[in-house]
């Protein structure tokens, strides 16, 4: 079952993972093409040394991507199934404010996508997310790989 960016929005608003680590979706476009994050900083996700813990960060990664696909696809009436394989990360600055990161995915990658699990039955690839202060300064940049696939079982939840 598709949902719209509006309830996609509040359901990751709400999910206690990324509501427990102070993850806020700020944004989901119509299509689920993009989506905007901000990490907001506060004593409940900081470490000893004044920045976001890094479990903050990689949980504000994880879970986009995989989401926006299922959507995409879930509206095209395809049965997808989406998650995320892997993820390795950069830390290269302490992340001392609140943190920014934009999801995109492309029509390109979409029909890529389509082709690979028409032709293969599954699709493999690794996006960049780069996870940025106030400042605009990537402190934090996450490879992360998206696998697609056609649904073998019916739907069960929300993604």
């Known amino acids: 079952m598709a949902y719209s960016a509006f309830t996609g929005k509040w359901i990751m608003n709400l999910y206690p993972p990324l509501l427990f680590n102070r993850v806020v979706t700020k ?3 119509k ?31 994880d879970p986009f991507y995989a989401m926006m696909y299922w959507n995409i ?8 199934e989406a998650w995320v394989r892997h993820i390795e990360g950069d830390y290269s600055k302490p992340s001392n404010t609140n943190m920014y990161l934009q999801f995109r995915i492309t029509d390109a990658e979409i029909l890529e996508a389509e082709q690979s699990v028409e032709r293969d039955g599954k699709f493999k690839k ?3 997310i780069e996870l ?7 402190c934090v940049s996450f490879k992360i ?13 929300v993604f």
Not at 73 to 80: L, Q
Not at 147 to 156: F, G, L, N, S, V
């Open 145 to 157: 790989l998206v696998i697609i696939r056609k649904a073998i079982k019916e739907e069960k939840g």
């Open 73 to 80: 696809f879930a509206h095209r009436k395809v049965k997808m």
């Open 132 to 138: 940025k202060n106030e400042q605009g300064e990537v």
């Open 27 to 29: 944004r989901i476009s």
């Open 126 to 128: 690794f996006h960049t």
């Open 31 to 61: 299509d689920f093409k993009e989506v905007d994050v901000v990490i907001k900083k506060s004593w409940i996700n900081k470490n000893l040394q004044g920045s976001i813990f890094g479990g903050t960060l990689f949980s504000a990664a």
